[in-house]
């Protein structure tokens, strides 16, 4: 069972909150092992088909999600503040072809044990515009969902 919110807080920041039936270890190693990541990374019917992570603080992610039809968005970024299990801070932008840096925002996803359940807290901010932000949320929540997907069977074997 999950619950699912999300929160424009206003204009400039989204936050969604989960509850993931899964362990708050599992869910953390969901966000900070490649191998993982791409399992679940990205919208509804997107792949991930490659995710470079140096998983630590200062360290740089570079990921691509590819569409359906084949279209490949980039996003980079570094971590910031990594405290296990229960919290990963992180710049996101996306990158064109030519390599140049959209706008950057700041993600931080919180984690905290329920029992085996796991509350996940996303935020990000600040965008530049509501649409920008909408368009975030969008894709996040559909990330979210597939994170769920990903995790929850694997919750029951541990």
């Not at 400039?12 to 191998?35: C, G, N, Y």
């Not at 490949?72 to 072809?97: K, L, S």
């Not at 996303?122 to 995790?151: I, K």
Request: aromatic share 10%; with cysteine; proline share 6%.
């Amino acid at each position: 069972m999950t619950a699912a919110l999300a929160r424009r807080d206003n204009d400039h920041e989204l936050t969604i909150v989960r509850i993931l039936d899964a362990p708050v270890a599992l869910v953390f190693k969901a966000w900070s092992q490649p191998e993982h990541v791409m399992r679940w990374w990205g919208p509804k019917n997107f792949t991930c088909p490659s995710c470079q992570m140096d998983f630590k603080e200062g360290g740089a992610y570079r990921s691509s999600i590819r569409s359906p039809d084949g279209e490949e968005a980039w996003m980079v970024g570094h971590y910031t503040q990594i405290v296990e299990p229960e919290r990963i801070v992180f710049t996101f932008a996306w990158e064109d072809t030519d390599g140049l840096q959209g706008p950057q925002t700041l993600v931080t996803v919180t984690l905290s044990a329920q029992g085996q359940r796991t509350k996940l807290v996303f935020h990000q901010a600040p965008f530049d515009s509501a649409e920008d932000r909408d368009s975030h949320e969008n894709g996040w929540t559909e990330c979210m969902e597939r994170l769920e997907a990903y995790v929850e069977p694997l919750g029951r074997l541990h």
